[in-house]
């Protein structure tokens, strides 16, 4: 804009504020040849070129984060500044880096405007100061240093990175295989999280820190944070220096016990972040949770067989039985096997004579009664717990619990499913136990538990629908005295279950049963109640039993 004589009069008392003007003025003296001049900078710029912010405190009015600045050459000094939408000035923060290139603030901390709903008032605007080092003062007519011409932005960007993963089960324990749900566990109560920053933070440290986000369980308080039984879990490294790509990874090591425990991870660059920092995670869906697995080794009972009398050696074509197969005759199949050669082998019958039956061909191997040798007629069928809806139940299967579920998923391994001999019903408690230590191939893991479909308990027709010893991890379920009812088949499978984590009666004897303690979503009496009803559906747990249930020791 050229400016003719007397044009203008300067009035330096009513002089605009300095303030996020983008402006040059130049004067030059062309008639009389002079030298001209200007009030910026000739050679020096300086830009912003991000504004990020990586916390929005709305409950102190606060917004914090660092901002990107740009030289094209090495400056004196470097300031940016910050306006509200209203362009009152409302923070500086220091810039340490004077060198040409890009280069980080410090980060800074301001105070601006919110609306009743806790949005941030925008624009916010982010504005860049330099003024030029000596070398380039020495070119100017007065020897004087020039401030670059400002530039700025209002576009705010997050800085802060959601991590991976995001959510899902962390696993305290998989003590005995089938992998971790999440690719990045790879050992038990371990998982890398991994931040992108982008390439444009490459080389920037960052810090890491963990944090205990609020239950989400329908039964809990679901504003709480830090609320955790096994604490906030830790992490290691705490501060990393990102690579090229601008990424860096870190382990949060979990609880070792307390299945429900839930976790946010989160990362800022340069400084510490904060719990403001995690509640956007978690707000925006990031949140690993503590689940326990347990094994479940399935065995069922053959319908109809026997016990060998007698062993019965390689070779031999003739077998001696306890009792005899009713309705078995000539032509019939049998499975011979014993605790010691569980799949044993497939004969055929040629002749019966009571408890005698005669084969139609020698057999392969030696099955002895010290082993548990027995016959099972497959035609008959079996009797199974009906475990399939453990899941979805009272035991849930949504992996930050909203489903209101224990933290707990069931894994039943191809190798561990067996079939046992016929016990029409047991002669005693102890005839449980040796039966179980015979046939429970994994008696001696924890986190193990053996669940046996039979027939009667301890006396014929019997009169519990299941029994369960925690010290053995067993758990039989009497389908015979439970009758044709799934429902009812579930629902004592579940409850059954239950006892492996030292639930008795609603989690204890006292006061009676009849008492009726109601589950969690008070729409039944608790799963353990021996007055629940078993066949409208699987009754949830009430809260006692669930926080049980969360706490109990790993090694089950």
Request: glycine share 10%; aromatic share 10%.
């Given at each position: 804009?050229?400016?003719?004589?007397?044009?203008?009069?300067?009035?330096?008392?009513?002089?605009?504020p300095?303030?996020?003007?983008?402006?040059?003025?130049?004067?030059?003296?062309?008639?009389?040849?002079?030298?001209?001049?200007?009030?910026?900078?000739?050679?020096?710029?300086?830009?912003?070129?991000?504004?990020?912010?990586?916390?929005?405190?709305?409950?102190?009015?606060?917004?914090?984060?660092?901002?990107?600045?740009?030289?094209?050459?090495?400056?004196?000094?470097?300031?940016?500044?910050?306006?509200?939408?209203?362009?009152?000035?409302?923070?500086?923060?220091?810039?340490?880096?004077?060198?040409?290139?890009?280069?980080?603030?410090?980060?800074?901390?301001?105070?601006?405007?919110?609306?009743?709903?806790?949005?941030?008032?925008?624009?916010?605007?982010?504005?860049?100061f330099?003024?030029?080092?000596?070398?380039?003062?020495?070119?100017?007519?007065?020897?004087?240093?020039?401030?670059a011409l400002?530039?700025?932005?209002?576009?705010?960007?997050?800085?802060?990175?959601?991590?991976?993963?995001?959510?899902?089960?962390?696993?305290?324990?998989?003590?005995?295989?089938?992998?971790?749900?999440?690719?990045?566990q790879?050992?038990?109560?371990?998982?890398?999280?991994?931040?992108?920053?982008?390439?444009?933070?490459?080389?920037?440290?960052?810090?890491?820190?963990?944090?205990?986000?609020?239950?989400?369980?329908?039964?809990?308080?679901?504003?709480?944070?830090?609320?955790?039984?096994g604490?906030?879990g830790?992490?290691?490294?705490?501060?990393?220096?990102l690579?090229?790509?601008?990424?860096?990874?870190?382990?949060?090591?979990?609880?070792?016990?307390?299945a429900?425990?839930?976790?946010?991870?989160?990362?800022?660059p340069?400084v510490?972040?904060?719990?403001?920092?995690?509640?956007?995670?978690?707000?925006?869906?990031?949140?690993?949770?503590?689940?326990?697995?347990?094994?479940?080794?399935?065995?069922?009972?053959?319908?109809?067989?026997?016990?060998?009398?007698?062993?019965?050696?390689?070779?031999?074509?003739?077998?001696?039985?306890?009792q005899?197969?009713?309705?078995?005759?000539?032509?019939?199949?049998?499975?011979?096997?014993?605790?010691?050669?569980?799949?044993?082998?497939?004969?055929?019958?040629?002749?019966?004579?009571?408890?005698?039956?005669?084969?139609?061909?020698?057999?392969?191997?030696?099955?002895?009664?010290?082993?548990?040798?027995?016959?099972?007629v497959?035609?008959g069928?079996?009797?199974?717990?009906?475990r399939?809806?453990?899941?979805?139940?009272?035991?849930?299967?949504?992996?930050?619990?909203?489903?209101?579920?224990?933290?707990?998923?069931?894994?039943?391994?191809?190798?561990?499913?067996?079939?046992?001999?016929?016990?029409?019903?047991?002669?005693?408690?102890?005839?449980m136990?040796?039966?179980?230590?015979?046939?429970?191939?994994?008696?001696?893991?924890?986190?193990?538990?053996?669940?046996?479909?039979?027939k009667?308990?301890?006396?014929?027709?019997?009169?519990?629908?299941?029994?369960?010893h925690?010290?053995?991890?067993?758990?039989?379920?009497?389908?015979?005295?439970?009758?044709?009812?799934?429902?009812?088949?579930s629902?004592?499978?579940?409850?059954?279950?239950?006892?492996?984590?030292?639930?008795?009666?609603?989690?204890?004897?006292?006061?009676?049963?009849?008492?009726?303690?109601?589950?969690?979503?008070?729409?039944?009496?608790?799963?353990?109640?021996?007055?629940?009803?078993r066949?409208?559906?699987?009754?949830?747990?009430?809260?006692?039993?669930?926080?049980?249930?969360?706490?109990?020791?790993?090694?089950?």
């Amino acid at each position: 804009m050229g400016l003719g004589a007397g044009s203008c009069v300067w009035e330096p008392a009513a002089a605009t504020p300095e303030g996020i003007y983008t402006y040059r003025i130049r004067a030059a003296h062309d008639e009389e040849g002079g030298c001209d001049d200007q009030d910026k900078s000739r050679w020096l710029t300086v830009d912003v070129e991000n504004f990020y912010w990586f916390e929005k405190d709305a409950e102190n009015g606060k917004l914090r984060g660092v901002v990107r600045y740009g030289l094209n050459r090495a400056a004196a000094q470097v300031q940016i500044k910050f306006y509200d939408h209203e362009l009152n000035e409302v923070g500086q923060v220091a810039c340490p880096e004077l060198s040409a290139g890009e280069h980080f603030s410090d980060v800074y901390d301001i105070t601006v405007p919110y609306d009743q709903n806790g949005n941030l008032i925008q624009p916010v605007y982010c504005v860049a100061f330099a003024d030029e080092c000596d070398a380039d003062a020495n070119e100017n007519r007065n020897r004087q240093p020039k401030p670059a011409l400002p530039r700025g932005t209002a576009s705010l960007d997050n800085v802060c990175p959601m991590p991976t993963p995001s959510q899902g089960k962390v696993l305290i324990s998989a003590k005995h295989g089938g992998g971790y749900p999440l690719a990045e566990q790879t050992v038990d109560r371990e998982i890398e999280i991994t931040f992108d920053y982008g390439p444009k933070f490459a080389g920037c440290s960052v810090c890491f820190a963990p944090f205990d986000p609020p239950d989400q369980s329908p039964y809990n308080d679901s504003d709480t944070w830090g609320d955790n039984v096994g604490g906030s879990g830790s992490v290691n490294p705490t501060t990393a220096v990102l690579d090229g790509n601008g990424r860096a990874s870190t382990v949060l090591t979990i609880t070792d016990r307390c299945a429900g425990d839930n976790y946010c991870v989160a990362s800022c660059p340069f400084v510490a972040p904060t719990e403001g920092m995690a509640r956007a995670l978690f707000a925006a869906g990031h949140n690993l949770v503590a689940w326990k697995r347990i094994y479940v080794e399935e065995a069922q009972m053959y319908r109809q067989g026997a016990d060998l009398a007698q062993s019965a050696a390689q070779g031999q074509t003739t077998l001696v039985l306890q009792q005899a197969l009713g309705g078995v005759g000539p032509g019939a199949m049998l499975h011979l096997f014993g605790a010691d050669n569980r799949d044993g082998e497939q004969v055929e019958v040629e002749t019966v004579n009571g408890a005698t039956v005669e084969l139609t061909a020698s057999i392969a191997h030696t099955y002895s009664t010290a082993s548990g040798a027995a016959v099972g007629v497959p035609n008959g069928g079996f009797y199974t717990a009906n475990r399939e809806l453990l899941a979805g139940n009272a035991y849930g299967a949504a992996f930050d619990g909203v489903d209101g579920g224990t933290f707990v998923e069931f894994l039943r391994q191809p190798q561990a499913r067996s079939v046992v001999p016929l016990r029409p019903h047991f002669t005693s408690y102890d005839d449980m136990h040796d039966y179980c230590r015979q046939w429970f191939v994994n008696t001696n893991q924890t986190n193990y538990v053996w669940l046996v479909g039979a027939k009667y308990d301890l006396a014929e027709p019997g009169q519990a629908y299941g029994m369960a010893h925690a010290g053995l991890n067993w758990c039989y379920v009497f389908v015979e005295q439970i009758g044709a009812a799934q429902i009812n088949n579930s629902d004592t499978t579940n409850h059954e279950i239950g006892h492996q984590f030292v639930l008795l009666d609603h989690d204890t004897n006292f006061p009676d049963p009849a008492n009726g303690v109601r589950n969690h979503e008070d729409t039944d009496c608790c799963l353990m109640s021996y007055v629940r009803n078993r066949g409208d559906s699987v009754c949830e747990f009430c809260p006692g039993c669930l926080s049980d249930v969360r706490s109990e020791e790993d090694n089950l």
